[in-house]
Nanobody
Framework: QVQVVESGGGLVQPGRSLRLSCAASGFAISSYVMNWFRQARGREREWVASVTSTTKKRTYADSVKGRFTIYRDDPQNTAYLQMNSLKPEDTAVYYC????????WGQGTQVTVAS
């Protein structure tokens, strides 16, 4: 059974950090581009970051560049999103997507940045 499960969200003050995890099962992420998206209330889902499967090239949306880091641990079949210097505008549900031969999405994890 294929599953993609995000975790690590929560309530955090501005300027603090969170690390999100994306644990996959039922397939090997080593052949997939791993991505993070987010969707704020009342807004469309937007792409946040990606890391490729072979070269491990990382790309980021301008809004998070320099603050967020995406990385992957293929033996653990898990991808991560390290989020530093969080801002209130980072508040959203964060989704993990594995894109390759097939396209898998997780159910999301809520991140709320507020004082």
């Amino acid at each position: 059974q294929v599953q993609v499960v995000e975790s690590g969200g929560g309530l955090v003050q501005p300027g603090r950090s969170l690390r999100l995890s994306c644990a996959a099962s039922g397939f090997a992420i080593s052949s997939y581009v791993m991505n993070w998206f987010r969707q704020a209330r009342g807004r469309e889902r937007e792409w946040v970051a990606s890391v490729t499967s072979t070269t491990k090239k990382r790309t980021y949306a301008d809004s998070v560049k320099g603050r967020f880091t995406i990385y992957r641990d293929d033996p653990q079949n898990t991808a991560y999103l390290q989020m530093n210097s969080l801002k209130p505008e980072d508040t959203a549900v964060y989704y993990c997507r594995a894109r390759g031969m097939k396209d898998y999405w997780g159910q999301g994890t809520q991140v709320t940045v507020a004082s």
